[in-house]
């Protein structure tokens, strides 16, 4: 997926409807990480800048949902790909777009 705000609205929808979603909550978040690190050290429009927030809160909650809900072995043996974050969450980083 390019890495546009359209893009971000998919990827979040398809964050809060994981049953219709072609990626995993795991493979949005990382995505979501790629997104915020090809802005890291750039000026983006205003447009961009405004995902950015979110987008890192996405990756960062994606890694603590984890590491509160697993165990040291688990995070180190699980690929975690099945896991699924709560969809309310999703549905709220979207609405913070609208």
Same mark, same amino acid.
């Given at each position: 997926m @390019?890495?546009?705000r %359209? ?8 964050g809060?409807?994981p049953? !219709?979603? @072609?990626?995993s ?5 990382e995505? /979501?990480?790629r997104? #915020? /690190? ?5 000026d983006?429009?205003? =447009?961009? *800048? $405004?995902l950015? @927030?979110i987008?890192?809160?996405?990756e960062t ?6 590491v $509160?809900t697993? !165990?040291? *072995? %688990? ?7 099945? *896991?699924?974050? @709560?969809?309310?969450?999703?549905? =709220? #980083? ?5």
């Open positions: @390019p890495f546009t %359209a893009s971000a609205v998919r990827m979040l929808t398809w809060a409807n049953d !219709s979603s @072609p990626y909550h795991k493979q949005i978040a995505w /979501c990480d997104f #915020w /690190c090809k802005y890291l050290e750039v983006a429009d205003a =447009e961009i *800048e $405004n950015l @927030p987008l890192t809160h996405v909650q994606w890694d603590l949902y984890l $509160n697993y !165990s040291i *072995e %688990a995070l180190q043996t699980q690929d975690f790909e099945q *896991e699924q974050m @709560p969809k309310e969450w999703f549905n =709220e #980083w979207l609405s913070q777009l609208a």
